[in-house]
């Protein structure tokens, strides 16, 4: 689509209908900015809440925001199964606030703000549902109510003229599937027909205005008092607003006369409304972390694009992300702004290139600050098994399996909590993973240390060593091998052991300080197993490039091996840790509670 064409929602020429898959497509994508365009306002809510003092609101708001995650997947869905492609990446996703609501009624405006009296109202206006007559809208839309229904209208007439199969004729495996959303009982709908489609726009409407427009609950079960029916987001935030919550037997007309719903003053950072990055000069403390916090947050975005444009089990990673959000925005909260106010986000966009990592074109390995790494470019991802002699347990092979199935970017578990390895579901965030790496970036060159024979020189870095055990040999270490090197049997023996080193601790030369002598190994990633079923490394081959967390490449080489236990001391790279624990790629009890879910 061209982007230069897009009308804008002050264009009060032409009310533009949903005649064409083209005006499907394009209606779809404002639906993908009218749900992002909640979610600061609501995150800004939510992160001036003291949680220890306000439990109550907390829980309320974050199930809003859950929520309106739940719609942007929907949304996506549906932009995907007919034909489109989501967009949120992009600057226009990011304008400054106050702002107005995307191709809405132009007299309603967005403001970041506090919770308080103030921000309810807005999200009163925001969400209040449409009256029972009232039309579909597809544009300058009074309630978001209309503008779904507007969507619906379109779908149904596109499919009784063209047919389902040509509506719906997107690529189902770009579809967000098998993702649980905590604080929520609502569903994530795959999209493959019309039926589907109404099923999740349906899910969209009832979870924001109530069931069929007049009703207060949403129809689901409220996922904290199961007893209880689940109250849909307009009156969520009436209950907040009048400080009770509703009962059975409640209506719209009566507002909430249930149990009292307290919300504590105190416990609320009073950031200042509409916080601008120019209030601050550069290089000063709160625009560094206003800085740092809008580069987090566009980081989100692409992640989410990532996984809305064709890799799916991202979504998991992105979830994580929204978590050191979350410390970032505490922490500007936390600094004195004004009288008797305080910093906050500003919600502004940041370009790729100014986001501290360069762009991922070919293939490549991006390690994600204290998540998962992000494996790009299509690079292969297989298995390997060590193969052993039965009589000593002598390291002889590796056994190369089928490729696993992956997307055109995967996300792989750095933590060792994850229960799909070797793939990230975003435990890490919820177990609070400490990433810090600690690694080298020495040349091998300047750290190795030379051992020479007669034809072959050794070369060795013992910090890279995971303890494979190809060195070692069934009856003596190489190193000691050296020592009968005239035997050529001998030289090709320990040649054979150093090409199956998977760090690459271990490298030759014919002869000191010739040209050192790789394997040829193509690019990929290989998930090692080990003798017993132990679950080792990462063996990644090929110079496929490794991007550390904090900015720095890996020096690039033909092998490297990657920590997936969580606990090697030498993150990203592989100490060995991962045999003196037993660890293995079965789940983890203890965090069997926390999969994949939102937060």
């Given at each position: 689509m061209n982007h230069s064409t897009r009308r804008r929602p002050d264009d009060i020429s032409a009310v533009p209908q949903i005649a064409t898959l083209d005006d499907l497509r394009e209606h779809l994508q404002w639906a993908i900015e009218l749900e992002h365009a909640t979610l600061p306002q609501y995150l800004c809510a939510l992160y001036s809440l003291e949680r220890e003092r306000n439990p109550d609101a907390v829980r309320a708001v974050t199930g809003v925001f859950v929520e309106e995650m739940l719609h942007l997947a929907l949304v996506a869905n549906l932009l995907n199964a007919v034909g489109g492609r989501p967009e949120l990446d992009t600057p226009r996703m990011l304008p400054r606030h106050p702002r107005r609501l995307p191709h809405g009624d132009p007299s309603l405006e967005l403001s970041l703000l506090p919770f308080g009296p103030a921000a309810l109202d807005q999200f009163l206006r925001l969400e209040q549902p449409a009256p029972p007559d009232a039309p579909a809208q597809s544009d300058r839309y009074a309630t978001i109510g209309q503008f779904y229904a507007a969507i619906e209208e379109g779908l149904r007439e596109l499919c009784a003229r063209l047919g389902e199969a040509e509506v719906f004729r997107g690529d189902r495996t770009r579809q967000v599937r098998d993702c649980h959303f905590r604080y929520t009982a609502g569903r994530l709908v795959e999209v493959t027909d019309l039926a589907s489609a109404s099923a999740a726009l349906e899910e969209i409407v009832e979870q924001g205005e109530g069931l069929l427009r007049g009703q207060v609950w949403d129809g689901d079960r409220d996922v904290h008092h199961p007893e209880r029916e689940e109250v849909a987001h307009y009156y969520r935030f009436r209950e907040l607003r009048a400080g009770r919550r509703y009962r059975?037997?409640?209506?719209?007309?009566?507002?909430?006369?249930?149990?009292?719903?307290?919300?504590?003053?105190?416990?609320?950072?009073?950031?200042?409304?509409?916080?601008?990055?120019?209030?601050?000069?550069?290089?000063?403390?709160?625009?560094?972390?206003?800085?740092?916090?809008?580069?987090?947050?566009?980081?989100?975005?692409?992640?989410?694009?990532?996984?809305?444009?064709?890799?799916?089990?991202?979504?998991?990673?992105?979830?994580?992300?929204?978590?050191?959000?979350?410390?970032?925005?505490?922490?500007?909260?936390?600094?004195?702004?004004?009288?008797?106010?305080?910093?906050?986000?500003?919600?502004?966009?940041?370009?790729?290139?100014?986001?501290?990592?360069?762009?991922?074109?070919?293939?490549?390995?991006?390690?994600?600050?204290?998540?998962?790494?992000?494996?790009?470019?299509?690079?292969?991802?297989?298995?390997?098994?060590?193969?052993?002699?039965?009589?000593?347990?002598?390291?002889?092979?590796?056994?190369?399996?089928?490729?696993?199935?992956?997307?055109?970017?995967?996300?792989?578990?750095?933590?060792?909590?994850?229960?799909?390895?070797?793939?990230?579901?975003?435990?890490?965030?919820?177990?609070?993973?400490?990433?810090?790496?600690?690694?080298?970036?020495?040349?091998?060159?300047?750290?190795?240390?030379?051992?020479?024979?007669?034809?072959?020189?050794?070369?060795?870095?013992?910090?890279?060593?995971?303890?494979?055990?190809?060195?070692?040999?069934?009856?003596?270490?190489?190193?000691?091998?050296?020592?009968?090197?005239?035997?050529?049997?001998?030289?090709?023996?320990?040649?054979?052991?150093?090409?199956?080193?998977?760090?690459?601790?271990?490298?030759?030369?014919?002869?000191?300080?010739?040209?050192?002598?790789?394997?040829?190994?193509?690019?990929?990633?290989?998930?090692?197993?080990?003798?017993?079923?132990?679950?080792?490394?990462?063996?990644?081959?090929?110079?496929?490039?490794?991007?550390?967390?904090?900015?720095?490449?890996?020096?690039?080489?033909?092998?490297?091996?990657?920590?997936?236990?969580?606990?090697?001391?030498?993150?990203?790279?592989?100490?060995?840790?991962?045999?003196?624990?037993?660890?293995?790629?079965?789940?983890?009890?203890?965090?069997?509670?926390?999969?994949?879910?939102?937060?």
């Open positions: 059975r037997g409640d209506t719209p007309q009566s507002g909430p006369t249930g149990e009292p719903l307290r919300v504590d003053p105190g416990g609320i950072r009073r950031m200042r409304p509409n916080p601008r990055l120019d209030d601050h000069l550069p290089g000063s403390p709160i625009r560094v972390a206003q800085d740092e916090f809008n580069r987090t947050y566009c980081v989100l975005l692409h992640q989410l694009e990532e996984a809305f444009d064709g890799s799916p089990r991202l979504f998991p990673v992105a979830t994580g992300t929204m978590y050191r959000l979350r410390m970032h925005a505490e922490a500007l909260m936390a600094m004195p702004d004004g009288v008797d106010t305080t910093a906050g986000p500003t919600f502004d966009y940041v370009p790729p290139e100014l986001r501290g990592r360069p762009p991922s074109h070919g293939r490549r390995i991006v390690v994600l600050p204290d998540g998962p790494y992000l494996v790009h470019g299509g690079t292969a991802l297989r298995r390997k098994t060590k193969i052993v002699s039965p009589e000593n347990q002598d390291a002889l092979t590796w056994k190369t399996g089928a490729d696993l199935e992956t997307e055109p970017t995967y996300a792989l578990c750095r933590c060792g909590h994850s229960h799909t390895k070797p793939f990230c579901d975003g435990t890490h965030a919820h177990i609070g993973f400490d990433g810090t790496e600690n690694a080298t970036v020495t040349p091998y060159r300047e750290l190795r240390h030379v051992h020479d024979g007669i034809g072959i020189s050794l070369q060795r870095v013992g910090e890279l060593c995971v303890h494979a055990a190809f060195c070692v040999g069934a009856t003596r270490p190489i190193a000691k091998m050296l020592d009968d090197t005239d035997d050529p049997d001998v030289r090709s023996n320990i040649m054979g052991r150093v090409d199956h080193c998977p760090s690459g601790s271990y490298t030759y030369a014919l002869e000191r300080g010739g040209e050192t002598i790789e394997v040829d190994l193509p690019q990929a990633v290989s998930v090692l197993e080990e003798e017993d079923g132990l679950a080792g490394p990462l063996w990644v081959t090929g110079g496929v490039p490794v991007l550390r967390a904090d900015g720095r490449f890996l020096e690039t080489r033909n092998r490297t091996t990657l920590c997936r236990c969580g606990h090697s001391s030498t993150k990203p790279l592989c100490d060995g840790t991962h045999r003196t624990i037993g660890f293995r790629e079965e789940p983890d009890a203890a965090h069997a509670s926390k999969e994949g879910k939102t937060p």
